[in-house]
Every structure is written in structure tokens, then in C-alpha cells.
């Protein structure tokens, strides 16, 4: 362990924490001019031109608010509750390939955090253990609205994470990998990417990361009209700030996971053909992959202002009768169409 | 080598609070934490796929369940009777005996072989899943059916029944 | 260096702390949190075994069956637990003591 790949690696993480951040500090500025745009009126746009300042002026209202803890709340697990919802969206980030890799001078640099051959088993241990933030933040309020708000989300994230990994398996079984990085290279120029082979799969997925990420229209933990906000109701200051910023870093490594394992992550087409240099492959590529992801968020945004809410036993059923008879059916045909594939061609 | 021994404290230490704290669900998140020492523990012995396994089967379904059901039945206030001392006591003694009686046989034994990698390759994906599905067959298709039982099993169980209520 | 010895020490404190737990607590959930303690000493010492068994992956194999049925094990259990909440009001399992009437 060399200390240039120490400085290298926590250079790299420091920057993907910030990227992170920040997009996520600038979806919520997003979300309010999409949703200007969809009403046809201006969204904020006080706060410095087109409103670019806004979150900043958010976030200090955020740290400047009274931080009230009620009085019957468990009080460590109240601080918990935030704490490991942040936590658990930003170490998604870590295994997901942003890059290629960069040549400066003589080193080799991967723009990925770390290549784990179970990455994919990584993100799912890691959606898994988002439900807990929740919980414990509805459950530690002693407040009524807050533990049902609580109790919802946690059978929703597990009803639906079922779901979406019976549609991973299905993308498993034609990469036959589990590592990030591997799958995406797999998916090289534009006929290789995965959702060619598995678009059932990606709608799944996609429904499955909606519900995950508590967006419109499977938003029943923190419905403001019948539980009165849900699980973060008795939750104020930068407290409710890390649970709605959670929620958005939720959303962009969702969208992340998304591009890179159906729409070929940094790959784009004709990327070998143009006669670029690796380092000008590896740039655009970068900022390929981001475009993906933008318009992923771009795409939540706009199902949020297009759909109404479900009914919550239309969520469960939704859930359980359609979703994983679904995914059961795919991966069925994934394997017929795999076994055709290897005996006749 | 200094890994092991911090991690086997962290896991004996989080399992004494586990069983030591009176509130359910304090001592459900210790167990949560005790359950990712394991993680690690598995890690350290080179088994990669069934610490992430352990990971989201335990730390993210099961103590899910746990979580969920102690505050369905909202027992959050220590509402449990304290046992008497004398089944406490029993209970130590019980499980003190049961400590010595294994770390004695563990000592008659020979010292084992230091653990080494004997095969490197042998917690990865697909070497498990080879040997799942072709030693393992037939108990891999058995435990599905088990599975498949118990969800039937669990959800009729939870579920209210119409007629009776 | 870390022989098979320590990790088997390790389970075996583990299932001690777990017997305690199904041994002397007064509730249904404590006794299953017990219960799961000791399923998971055993599963790490399947898992130190497995690094003694390079052909059959043997010790790996079973700890992932072991997994399993604790998962289902687990599920049907709580169910359980619900329903005799739902019928006595307790669960503690002293005093779950009446047959059906």
C-alpha cells in the first residue's frame, strides 16, 4: 500500500462525497423548477440568477431553525435515526464505476473506489440497511403518525426490495458477473447495453427504486395528508435536513445503479471508433455517464409531478401480486432464452 | 492477526449487552451490530459471499422483522417481569458451565493448524455456487421448498382471519 | 496467529451468552434474539471448519443452509409471536399456559 495510492484513493472519495452532495443539494432546487415547469410558472428564482442560490439559503435556514427533540422521544435513538439514513446513501456511491481509467504521467488511476467482485450484493446489503434510519427515527418520536409512517416504510422497503432482486438475478444471469465494473464494460458501444436484453427487468427495477427511494407515487411514509408527514413529523432543523438529503443522495445513487446496470454506465456509441486518446475516452465518458444519471433524476422529477399517490393496499399489491410474479417470469424466460441461445446458435 | 482479536471482543462484548439490556429494542440493534462483527468475521475467513449473505439476510430482513414486530406490539416501556434471581442464576451457571466445558475440550484438542489459505478462491461466488449446485443439488432445492413453506406458513399465520373475528 | 482454536472459542462464548438469554429472559422476542445468537455461533464455526475443507466447500455450503432455515425459522416464529399476542396479551411464555378453550 504505496502512499500514492492512499492520497489517490482519498482524493477520489472526498471528490465522488462532494459530487454527491452537492447534486443532491441541487436536486432539491431541481425538483422545485421542474415542478415550476410542469405547472408553467417559475419556480424560486429570487435567491441569485434563475435561483442557483437556493439551496444554499435551504440549507441555512436548515442550520439555523430550533433544534427541538420531544420530550417522550428515546433521545440517542432520535439522533440515530438521521445519522444512519445519511450514512447508509452515501456509502451506495462506493462501488459504482464512474470511469474508465486516467493516465497522468506513469499512473494508472480507476475511477471507482473499489472494484469488490460482489458489488452488486454490496448495494443491496446497503439498500437494505437504509429501512433502519427510518424506523428508528418514526419509532424513537413516540408519536403515533411518525411510527406508522415508520412502520409503512420499512414494509414497503422490504416488500419491494424482494422485487428488485428478483429482477438483479434475471440481469445476473445474462452478465454472469456480480462485479459493477465488469458488467459495465460488458455493455461496451450501444447494442450491448443490458436493457436490450432486459427491458421487463429494468421496469422492475425501476418501479422497485421509486419505492426504495419513498419518491412519488410510492411515497406513503411521510404522506402529508393523512399522517400529517410521517415518519420525520416530529423531526425539525438540520435533523429533517438529513432525512430530506438522504432521500435525494438516495435518488442519484439509485440513478447511478440504474445507468450503469441497464444503460452501459459511462459507455456511449461509436466510443472506440473516434480516434480519442484514452484520458479524452475516459472524460467524456464521465460525463456521458452523468448525463445518464441527470436524466434519470430528471425522470424521477417528472413521474412525481405526473402520477397520484397510491392507496396503501394498492402498494402491497402492486408489490406482491404483480412485481414478483414479474420478475419470477423473467428470470423463467431469461433462462429458457439463455439455454435456446447456448444449444441452437 | 490483531483484527481478530479487536472483532472477537466487539462480537462477545455487543452480545453481552445484547442479552444484559432491558430494553427490546436497544438489545435488537446490539444484536444488529453483533451480527455485523460476524460479517466481519467472515470476511476475515475469507468468506466473501456469505458475509454480504449474512449481511442482508440478517442485518437487513431479520432484524427487520424484529424491529417491526417489537413495535407492532409496542413494547417499548419495560414491561418485562423481572425473572427471579434463582432462574438467573441457573441461567448463568448454565451457560458458565457449558463456556468451560468447551474451551476445556478445546484445549484437549491439539492445537490446530494456523488458519491459512489453504485455497484462496474458495468464498467467491461462483466456486459456491458451482458446488451448490452440483454437490449441494438436491438440499438447495429442498431449502427453497422450505422457504416457500414458511413464507405460506408466516403469512397465514399473521394473517387476521375474517370468519373468526 | 489465529487458529481454528480462537475462532471456535469465539463460538462457543456466543452460544453460552445465547443459552443465557433463552434461559433466563421472561419474553418470547429475547428468547428468539437468544435463539438466533446461538444459530450464528454455529454458523461461524461451520464457517472455520469450511477453511479446513478445500475440496467440497463443505463447511460453506451448510453455513448457507444454516442461514436459510434460521431465515425461515425466524419468520415463522414472529408470526407466532404475533398471534399470541394477539390472543393473550403477552408474550411472555410462562404465562402462555392455557390450552385452547
Not at chain 1, 216 to 243: A, Q
Not at chain 1, 293 to 317: E, G, K
Not at chain 2, 71 to 93: A, H, R, W
Amino acid at each position: 500500500m504505496e502512499l500514492a495510492f492512499v492520497i489517490e484513493k482519498v482524493v477520489l472519495v472526498t471528490l465522488i462525497f462532494v459530487v454527491t452532495l452537492v447534486i443532491a443539494m441541487y436536486s432539491t432546487l431541481a425538483e422545485r423548477k421542474v415542478a415550476g415547469f410542469m405547472q408553467d410558472r417559475f419556480g424560486p428564482d429570487r435567491a441569485g440568477p434563475f435561483g442557483i442560490l437556493q439551496p444554499l439559503c435551504d440549507g441555512g435556514k436548515f442550520f439555523f431553525k430550533e433544534e427541538i427533540i420531544p420530550a417522550g422521544a428515546h433521545k440517542s435513538l432520535f439522533i440515530l435515526g438521521p445519522t444512519i439514513a445519511i450514512i447508509t446513501a452515501c456509502i451506495g456511491s462506493a462501488v459504482i464505476p464512474w470511469g474508465q481509467s486516467l493516465t497522468i504521467g506513469d499512473r494508472v488511476i480507476e475511477l471507482q473506489v473499489t472494484d469488490v467482485n460482489i458489488g452488486v450484493l454490496y448495494m443491496f446489503g446497503v439498500v437494505a440497511l437504509g429501512v433502519y434510519g427510518i424506523m428508528l427515527g418514526g419509532w424513537a418520536s413516540n408519536n403515533k403518525f411518525s411510527l406508522m409512517g415508520a412502520v409503512r416504510a420499512a414494509s414497503q422497503s422490504i416488500s419491494y426490495e424482494l422485487a428488485m432482486g428478483l429482477a438483479l438475478i434475471a440481469l445476473l444471469m445474462v452478465t454472469q458477473t456480480l462485479s459493477l465494473k465488469e458488467i459495465v464494460e460488458q455493455q461496451s458501444g450501444f447494442v450491448n447495453w443490458n436493457i436490450w436484453v432486459q427491458p421487463l427487468g429494468f421496469l422492475i427495477f425501476l418501479v422497485c427504486a421509486f419505492a426504495e427511494c419513498n419518491r412519488v407515487p410510492f411515497d406513503l411514509p411521510e404522506c402529508e395528508t393523512e399522517l400529517i408527514g410521517g415518519y420525520n413529523l416530529e423531526y425539525s432543523s438540520m435533523k429533517l435536513g438529513l432525512y430530506m438529503f438522504s432521500e435525494y443522495i438516495n435518488m442519484f445513487v439509485s440513478s447511478a445503479l440504474m445507468a450503469t446496470l441497464y444503460f452501459g454506465g459511462y459507455n456511449f456509441p461509436f466510443m472506440y471508433d473516434l480516434g480519442l486518446s484514452q484520458n479524452w475516452i475516459t472524460i467524456i465518458g464521465v460525463i456521458v455517464f452523468f448525463a445518464k444519471i441527470f436524466a434519470f433524476i430528471f425522470f424521477f422529477m417528472w413521474i412525481r409531478w405526473t402520477l397520484p399517490r397510491f392507496r396503501y393496499d394498492q402498494l402491497m399489491n402492486l408489490g406482491w401480486k404483480v412485481l414478483i410474479p414479474l420478475a419470477i417470469a423473467n428470470i423463467v424466460l431469461t433462462g429458457v432464452i439463455t439455454i435456446i441461445n447456448d444449444t441452437f446458435f | 492477526m490483531s483484527v481478530f482479536y479487536f472483532v472477537a471482543f466487539l462480537s462477545i462484548f455487543f452480545a453481552l449487552m445484547t442479552i444484559f439490556t432491558k430494553n427490546p429494542v436497544h438489545s435488537v440493534l446490539y444484536l444488529v451490530i453483533t451480527f455485523f462483527t460476524f460479517t466481519v468475521h467472515y470476511i476475515l475467513l475469507n468468506a466473501q459471499f456469505l458475509a454480504v449473505v449474512n449481511f442482508i439476510v440478517y442485518m437487513g430482513a431479520i432484524m427487520v422483522l424484529f424491529l417491526f414486530v417489537l413495535m407492532l406490539l409496542n413494547l417499548n416501556k419495560d414491561t418485562e417481569p423481572l425473572k427471579s434471581n434463582l432462574v438467573k442464576f441457573m441461567g448463568v451457571i448454565a451457560g458458565m458451565c457449558l463456556l468451560v466445558t468447551l474451551a476445556a475440550s478445546f484445549r484437549l484438542l491439539q492445537i490446530s493448524d494456523p488458519v491459512v489459505l489453504k485455497n484462496p478462491d474458495i468464498g467467491l461466488v461462483s466456486n459456491l455456487g458451482k458446488v451448490l449446485f452440483s454437490d449441494f443439488l438436491l438440499p438447495f432445492e429442498i431449502s427453497s421448498i422450505l422457504l416457500l413453506t414458511a413464507m405460506v406458513g408466516a403469512v397465514l399465520l399473521a394473517k387476521n382471519d375474517p370468519k373468526k373475528v | 496467529m489465529i487458529t481454528l482454536t480462537h475462532f471456535l472459542i469465539v463460538g462457543a462464548c456466543l452460544f453460552s451468552i445465547g443459552l443465557y438469554a433463552v434461559m433466563a429472559r421472561r419474553n418470547a422476542i429475547m428468547v428468539l434474539v437468544g435463539i438466533e445468537l446461538m444459530i450464528n455461533a454455529a454458523v461461524l464455526n461451520l464457517v472455520a471448519f469450511g477453511r479446513y475443507d478445500s475440496e467440497h466447500y463443505g463447511g460453506q455450503a451448510f453455513a448457507l443452509f444454516a442461514i436459510v432455515l434460521a431465515a425461515a425459522s425466524v419468520a415463522v416464529a414472529l408470526a407466532i409471536i404475533l398471534n399470541v399476542y394477539r390472543h393473550y396479551k403477552t408474550i411472555n411464555p410462562e404465562d402462555i399456559n392455557h390450552l385452547k378453550d
